[in-house]
């Protein structure tokens, strides 16, 4: 079972507004990764980190978010300015030395 | 570039029916690593099966399956559905150090 801890559970934002969602990745597991499922349950990346080293990052990431894990605080993710689109599941992963990556429960975001 | 495919989005069955559903695979890396994750209603994906050595079957939870790099295939199988059985599968191939690639997804519908 996982021990990845993500908060909010469910985030509603205004457009325009910021959103910001913390990860607290398994004890011990440096490498976490931050999804996003759609409406149509369709995944896509955003980011990973190493560390406190981000690894790769889609350009979306790049230009609109703000993603940071740092040492010893939860890793957080937080969209600048929210767009309608931006509604969906965020989830974060941890992985450790193996290839396995568990997710947490996710926060819903409802941008209206 | 990398992909997965599942060719069913839906499939619907009678509880006590066999299962199988299909994953195919596209990648130029000689060792890739697969998964089958289960996603319940309102719930996060569930790590369900993972592999990475060739012919050789995996199980879990009443689930099998065997990756074939020969076919790149990693299908799903169970013997006898049962109702509490139905929510989405996805099936994601796994590089090391990088993103899952996820399918698109089957979700399965189990009747008494």
Request: glycine letters at 6%.
């Amino acid at each position: 079972n996982s021990k990845v801890i993500q908060t909010p559970r469910y985030l509603v934002k205004g457009q325009g507004q910021k959103a910001k969602m913390r990860c607290i990745p398994e004890k011990g597991h440096p490498v976490v990764f931050w999804y996003q499922q759609n409406k149509n349950n369709e995944f896509k990346f955003l980011i990973n980190f190493q560390n406190q080293e981000v690894l790769q990052q889609i350009d979306m990431t790049e230009k609109r978010f703000s993603a940071e894990c740092p040492s010893n605080s939860p890793c957080s993710l937080e969209i600048q300015s929210s767009e309608a689109g931006d509604s969906a599941l965020y989830l974060c992963a941890s992985i450790q030395g193996s290839y396995e990556q568990y997710f947490g429960p996710g926060t819903r975001l409802t941008v209206l | 570039g990398d992909s997965v495919t599942q060719t069913e989005g839906l499939v619907t069955l009678t509880e006590g029916l066999p299962v199988m559903l299909n994953c195919t695979y596209q990648t130029i890396y000689s060792n890739p690593f697969l998964f089958w994750y289960v996603q319940h209603l309102n719930e996060s994906p569930r790590l369900l099966l993972k592999s990475f050595t060739d012919n050789k079957r995996t199980e879990h939870q009443g689930f099998h399956a065997t990756l074939h790099k020969s076919s790149s295939s990693f299908h799903l199988q169970k013997s006898s559905a049962q109702l509490s059985d139905s929510a989405l599968y996805y099936c994601a191939l796994y590089q090391g150090g990088r993103a899952l690639i996820f399918g698109t997804g089957t979700t399965v519908s189990v009747s008494p």
